[in-house]
């Protein structure tokens, strides 16, 4: 992957905007339990998760990977990584939270957040 640092930058502030602007959505369906599953088990809202997408940085950044869903294949989605602290939604401890986050970007500047939620291995960061 040949990628610099100033491409992911521009990428984020197109995301950025894009979130800014409500042209965004965070997929929480049958198919995305995993994004289902961090809203069920810490207190976060939409507010929550809006503040921890615009606080994204270059260095936050993992990989490109190619969309392998059928007629889909043209399509890169960006990876990403964050700690966040998040509150336990049962019991009362706050919990350093290492989560992957995995964007679409569509024309027109249309964001899906494909993947919200905790790592399961842990990321490597291409600018680290």
């Not at 990628?3 to 930058?9: A, G």
């Not at 392998?68 to 706050?94: C, M, S, W």
Request: proline residues 2%; charged residues 30%.
């Amino acid at each position: 992957m040949d990628v610099t640092i100033n491409d992911i930058e521009t990428y984020l502030s197109e995301v950025k905007d894009a979130v800014k602007n409500g042209r965004y959505r965070i997929d929480r369906n049958s198919k995305r339990q995993d994004n289902l599953n961090l809203f069920l088990d810490y207190v976060i809202d939409e507010t929550k998760a809006k503040e921890i997408l615009l606080s994204l940085t270059a260095m936050d950044f993992s990989e490109i990977l190619q969309n392998e869903h059928p007629g889909y294949e043209y399509e890169q989605l960006y990876v990403f990584g964050k700690d966040v602290t998040l509150l336990e939604r049962i019991g009362n401890a706050e919990r350093v939270v290492s989560l992957y986050i995995k964007f679409n970007k569509l024309e027109y500047c249309y964001v899906i957040v494909i993947s919200f939620h905790e790592q399961k291995y842990p990321l490597g960061y291409y600018f680290r």
